[in-house]
């Protein structure tokens, strides 16, 4: 079983940085209950897990996708509130934190191990795709509807819906990750 402690050491380094420690706590309990629920039993298994089945991600994990868009996402908010004399919007970081670490919490629902050493869509993930069934998720354990925004809107579910800017930032690093392998993947990314 994966505990908060496992969970912990994944990502402790972005978790010490949400500043409000019920939500920090409440984040962890969502990646808790994910695993529990979509079945996943050891850190091993989590770790091996490919971050989406729509390309050859070239053995980047999900783990690590979630990690790079989170610090992606941070990246993006700094470099406005570093360089702009004036922000026209407030960027609030725990929420965009917290949305990078769940934005993708659904996909332990989604996926499942396909019995030959690979990956398919559960039936669950038929049902519904990781942004509705992680929005789903975050509500369920007490985050407000913003939280939920980031993680329901961060894809194709949010184009033309309206968003908040941690949302946009979250949906920029999230596609900046994924793109390039789907570029690499149709020959259409020059190296
Ligand atoms: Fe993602």
């Not at 729509?54 to 990690?67: M, P, W």
């Not at 800017?165 to 999230?174: G, P, S």
Request: proline residues 3%.
């Amino acid at each position: 079983m994966i505990e908060i402690r496992d969970i912990e050491h994944l990502f402790g380094e972005l978790l010490d940085q949400i500043y409000d420690k019920e939500l920090r706590a409440k984040t962890v309990s969502v990646w808790v209950e994910g695993c529990r629920q979509g079945g996943w039993e050891n850190i091993d298994q989590l770790k091996n897990m490919p971050f989406t089945l729509l390309t050859d991600t070239h053995g980047v994990s999900f783990i690590e996708h979630n990690l790079a868009v989170t610090k992606g996402a941070i990246g993006l908010a700094k470099a406005q509130l570093e360089t702009y004399g004036n922000l026209p919007y407030d960027i609030d970081m725990d929420r965009l934190i917290i949305g990078g670490l769940l934005h993708d919490i659904g996909k332990l629902l989604e996926f499942e191990p396909d019995g030959k050493g690979g990956y398919q869509k559960s039936l669950a993930g038929k049902c519904m795709r990781h942004p509705i069934s992680g929005a789903v998720m975050a509500k369920e354990a007490g985050f407000d509807d913003k939280i939920a925004n980031t993680i329901a809107c961060h894809a194709k579910e949010g184009d033309g819906r309206p968003q908040v800017i941690e949302t946009v930032l979250i949906h920029q690093a999230d596609f900046a990750t994924f793109n390039p392998l789907v570029m690499k993947n149709g020959d259409k990314l020059i190296e």
